[in-house]
């Protein structure tokens, strides 16, 4: 049994590429199929018309509008039109004004031919009409349905709605309802997307107005990027945004501040879920965002941070030193820094791993908003390793009552030059052509900052 409702339910198809364009898709082209019921019940009552009536108007007013719309092209697809209601054929839909430009009198003249006759399959019309799109990546592909009730051959339009826009086909869609805010009608296409009553044909045709301007237009949007204290300070960071059903990347940018000081203004699609990423050390993400149309947007982001400053005391004798800056308590690594150098961060309890000879380790370093945290070690030492004959020799250090190893000596060059932190130390060194453990050696050493060493072995 139909709802006693008129139903228009836009959804998107196939948007590529990036959107940041003001005042429309400037270069992209929009193509719109309007995806009609011309099943029996849209000769209902309707104003002082009928359903159907009232949908040929509006189209036929909106698709002549549209003519002048650069980059635009539509197509009509009409289902439960050439089959009795009685056979109940679910396949009764047909493509019926393919998308072409300058095709809106052969798009009106059809439609005033097609009159209203069979049975409502919406999940399948849904179906077929997304192979009614040429084959074009750059192409933004849209599907207005107009229909005056529910799925009467047990599709489910909300699951299929949900398949295809995992799969990248399909965005979030429009559902409005004329004449009736009947619960039954919201919750069988709330699902499928957001959901807008209309009480008579002049706030239909408001609606529809409202929809095509968004389809046609872009959303200005604020990205703030939260201090500790929620104010929108932090800036200059990249900035990339996903399809959030999909995850196909829509854009890149870096995080910018006008000439006010405020956050720059993004022009994005409305009709997109975006994931956000910034990339923060560690990155900061916003795993779905929905905007608003016809508003301006503010998406936050709680990106507080403050800077981590590794420094050498004396001359760095090392080609290259770098820190290892990992969450605290995990083996995830946020970040490989080198050293006399000052990164941001995101608030928070850092462990850090030095990788000098030998290495050193911190954990639970504190990164604070907006000030610098400065890890500083001594310089090395420089020790001069002579090497008689061929040997197998191991560094170690004493560490609480432990020998802990430090490094291994490369016994096949017989002079060697290591750089290695301050400290006490221990050669453990046996010749490899002797077999005997006896013949092991130990040779304890000291290295001092910014000095040399001898030690043979």
Same mark, same amino acid.
Not at 23 to 30: E, R, W
Not at 372 to 394: F, K, W
């Given at each position: ?12 198809? +196939?948007?590529?590429? *990036?959107? *940041? ?12 199929? +309007? !995806?009609?019921? $011309? ?12 359903? =159907?009536?009232?949908?040929? &108007? ?28 009685? !056979? ?7 493509? #019926? ?9 052969? +798009? ?42 529910? #799925? ?9 709605? %949900? ?21 039954? +009608?919201?919750? @069988? ?13 002049? %706030? ?24 500790? /204290? ?19 990347? !829509? ?26 990423? @910034?990339? &923060? ?31 050498? $005391? ?90 802990? =190893? ?6 096949? /060059?017989?002079?060697? !030059? ?8 221990? @050669? ?30």
């Amino acid at each position: 049994m139909k709802k006693s409702a008129f139903i228009i339910l836009l959804l998107s198809f +196939f948007i590529c590429g *990036q959107s *940041q364009i003001i005042n429309g898709f400037k270069g992209k082209k929009t193509r719109i199929l +309007f !995806l009609l019921d $011309g099943s029996g019940s849209m000769l209902a009552e309707m104003d002082n018309s009928n359903r =159907w009536s009232v949908a040929v &108007t509006l189209m036929s007013k909106i698709v002549d509008t549209l003519r002048t719309v650069p980059n635009v092209e539509v197509g009509l697809r009409v289902f439960g039109h050439n089959k009795y209601n009685e !056979l109940r054929d679910c396949n009764d839909t047909k493509l #019926e004004v393919p998308f072409s430009p300058y095709n809106h009198k052969q +798009f009106v003249g059809r439609l005033r031919q097609i009159k209203p006759l069979g049975y409502t399959s919406i999940t399948q019309s849904l179906l077929a009409s997304a192979k009614d799109f040429p084959e074009d990546k750059t192409s933004r592909n849209i599907i207005i349905l107009i229909t005056d009730g529910v #799925e009467e051959c047990g599709g489910d339009p909300c699951k299929v709605s %949900e398949q295809l826009q995992k799969k990248g086909i399909v965005l979030k869609p429009f559902i409005i309802g004329l004449g009736t805010d009947n619960e039954i +009608f919201r919750n @069988a296409y709330s699902c499928a997307g957001k959901y807008y009553n209309a009480e008579n044909s002049v %706030e239909f045709e408001k609606i529809i107005g409202v929809i095509v301007n968004q389809a046609l237009n872009n959303t200005t949007v604020q990205l703030n990027m939260l201090d500790a /204290q929620g104010l929108p300070k932090e800036t200059d960071m990249p900035i990339s945004l996903y399809d959030a059903e999909n995850g196909a990347i !829509l854009d890149n940018f870096i995080h910018t501040m006008n000439g006010k000081g405020i956050p720059d203004t993004l022009y994005l699609d409305p009709m997109q879920k975006y994931k956000v990423v @910034a990339h &923060t050390l560690p990155p900061v993400v916003l795993e779905s965002y929905e905007i608003t149309p016809g508003r301006h947007n503010v998406i936050p982001l709680n990106t507080p941070q403050g800077n981590l400053l590794f420094k050498m $005391g004396g001359v760095n004798a090392y080609n290259r030193l770098l820190a290892i800056v990992r969450k605290n308590g995990t083996f995830e690594t946020v970040n490989v820094q080198d050293f006399n150098t000052s990164k941001r961060y995101i608030t928070g309890s850092y462990d850090i791993e030095i990788l000098c000879t030998p290495r050193i380790k911190y954990n639970g370093i504190s990164v604070k908003q907006s000030q610098t945290t400065t890890i500083e070690i001594p310089a090395p030492g420089l020790v001069q390793l002579n090497i008689s004959r061929d040997v197998t020799a191991s560094v170690f250090q004493k560490i609480d009552g432990k020998m802990v =190893w430090v490094m291994d000596f490369n016994s096949s /060059q017989p002079r060697q !030059l290591h750089s290695i932190q301050p400290g006490d130390y221990i @050669a453990v060194y046996r010749p490899k052509s002797e077999t005997r453990t006896l013949y092991t050696k130990k040779k304890e050493f000291k290295v001092q900052s910014g000095l040399n060493t001898q030690l043979s072995l």
